[in-house]
């Protein structure tokens, strides 16, 4: 008897929504890596689970990123068990450290974190049981996708340099008038600050994915204790930024002003004008371009994901809130001051991020008339930046007094809806009540 209602268990648990979701997510990621690899291999370059596998024994391309991502995974273990992983962790990269030493091979540190993680799943699987077992797995997911994510982005990169031939630059840099250039005007003002400033901003666009973590690490510091996730933090919301900006490269394709216009494109460029000389206005064309350089410009991701650690930073210390504005900031100058972005990206690529992040937030709360009115909102004008890019580019670059701050009030609108709306949601403490005072009625707040 007790054998058959055991029999019944798994099957009872396997029907739970959260575990058939979870299911489904996996199953999905799963072959969502598996089409890039095909799709890589196709192109006679390997993918990103090729790439990931040679990372146990061959030098990393981001060492700090794989300790960053250890770091996140070791949020579900206990103080001991954190000294243990880091301990073995270092250990395994002297081991590496001295045979690539020896051999004169590439020096670079992170393989010992990828075995930590790799580890902790096996350990996971074969000594865990229950929600111990959930709770560990859960850890070495979260920092596996962090580092699949990275390779996936390469890959999407590739795909779309070999699969979008012509880019739309031109479209792009003539609506651009209608926000004052401001690629330009920002890259000689880092072309001003000489090298200092120059590394500077260019450190921090490097190490995004780095201080990503520190905000998160910050979000889920109570796991350990509590034995459970927050059920919403920046991982989510970087993720999804990262699942849909690539798909929007295939449908805009752009290159960056430095590639279309400055001495970086080569023969490939319209003229070497970045970042002395504004392009002229004239009717825009379709580009022809190398099969190299990533159409990854339409969003600015990296934008995306800066304006996600800066919102996420907002309930943290003062030092961390200050440290996302910086971050901000930064990333800011460096899409721009470097010519890898328009203005119009950095626009396209805030509303993208504050509108996947309110579908985030409103999937956890539960959708209500706000969070799809929000949603649907942010959506609304996203769409309608990239069809006046595509569509409006001369109209927009005639007339800059109407069109530049239409745009940034149709940015300013998005902003506005999200601050209102979370602010609305987030739980509020109650007032003090004095003795013998009725309390009134409280609207509720999930």
Same mark, same amino acid.
């Given at each position: 008897m007790f054998s058959r209602i055991n029999s019944r268990i798994p099957f009872a648990t396997w029907r739970r929504p959260r575990v058939i979701l979870w299911t489904a997510v996996s199953v999905t990621a799963l072959g969502f890596l598996i089409t890039l690899e095909i799709a890589a291999r196709h192109y006679g370059l390997p993918g990103p689970i090729t790439n990931q596998v040679k990372e146990v024994i061959f030098a990393p391309k981001s060492g700090p990123l794989l300790y960053a991502s250890m770091a996140l995974m070791m949020v579900v273990l206990t103080r001991r068990q954190r000294f243990v992983a880091a301990g073995v962790a270092v250990g395994i990269d002297l081991a590496f450290f001295l045979v690539r030493w020896?051999?004169?091979?590439?020096?670079?540190?992170?393989?010992?974190?990828?075995?930590?993680?790799?580890?902790?799943?096996?350990?996971?699987?074969?000594?865990?049981?229950?929600?111990?077992?959930?709770?560990?797995?859960?850890?070495?997911?979260?920092?596996? /996708?962090?580092?699949?994510?990275?390779?996936?982005?390469?890959?999407?990169?590739?795909i779309t340099s070999k699969t979008r031939p012509a880019v739309l630059d031109q479209y792009v840099a003539t609506a651009d008038h209608a926000l004052g250039n401001p690629s330009w005007l920002v890259g000689?003002?880092?072309?001003?600050?000489?090298?200092?400033?120059?590394?500077?901003?260019?450190?921090?666009?490097?190490?995004?994915?780095?201080?990503?973590?520190?905000?998160?690490?910050?979000?889920?510091?109570?796991?350990?204790?509590?034995?459970?996730?927050?059920?919403?933090?920046?991982?989510?919301?970087?993720?999804?930024?990262?699942?849909?900006?690539?798909?929007?490269?295939? /449908?805009?394709?752009?290159v960056g002003p430095i590639f279309a216009y400055g001495a970086d494109g080569g023969q490939w460029a319209a003229a070497d004008l970045w970042p002395n000389t504004p392009p002229p206005i004239h009717a825009p064309l379709h580009m022809s371009f190398d099969e190299i350089t990533p159409r990854n410009c339409m969003p600015s991701l990296h934008t995306a994901w800066a304006t996600a650690i800066f919102i996420h930073s907002r309930k943290g210390p003062r030092v961390l809130q200050f440290a996302g504005a910086f971050w901000l900031i930064a990333t800011l100058g460096a899409t721009l001051g470097f010519g890898y972005h328009y203005g119009a990206d950095i626009v396209a690529g805030v509303v993208f991020?504050?509108?996947?992040?309110?579908?985030?937030?409103?999937?956890?709360?539960?959708?209500?008339?706000?969070?799809?009115?929000?949603?649907?909102?942010?959506?609304?004008?996203?769409?309608a930046l990239l069809l006046a890019y595509r569509y409006l580019p001369m109209e927009m670059a005639e007339h800059p007094w109407v069109f530049g701050p239409l745009v940034m009030l149709a940015m300013a609108s998005v902003?506005?809806?999200?601050?209102?709306?979370?602010?609305l949601w987030d739980p509020t403490a109650a007032p003090a009540r004095l003795p013998n005072q009725r309390s009134e009625p409280q609207p509720e707040l999930v």
């Open positions: 020896a051999v004169d091979a590439k020096m670079m540190f992170g393989n010992g974190a990828l075995w930590v993680i790799l580890g902790c799943a096996v350990i996971a699987v074969t000594r865990r049981t229950g929600q111990e077992r959930v709770l560990l797995l859960k850890g070495v997911g979260l920092a596996l /996708l962090l580092v699949a994510g990275r390779k996936t982005g390469d890959t999407w990169l590739l000689r003002m880092v072309k001003a600050t000489g090298p200092i400033g120059a590394h500077v901003l260019d450190y921090v666009y490097i190490q995004l994915a780095v201080f990503a973590v520190i905000v998160t690490l910050y979000q889920l510091r109570h796991v350990g204790v509590e034995r459970r996730f927050p059920r919403h933090h920046l991982v989510r919301t970087f993720l999804v930024i990262g699942l849909l900006g690539p798909g929007i490269y295939m /449908l805009f394709p752009v991020t504050l509108t996947i992040e309110a579908g985030l937030r409103s999937q956890e709360r539960g959708w209500d008339r706000s969070g799809i009115q929000l949603v649907a909102h942010g959506a609304t004008v996203f769409v902003i506005h809806g999200y601050v209102r709306t979370t602010r």
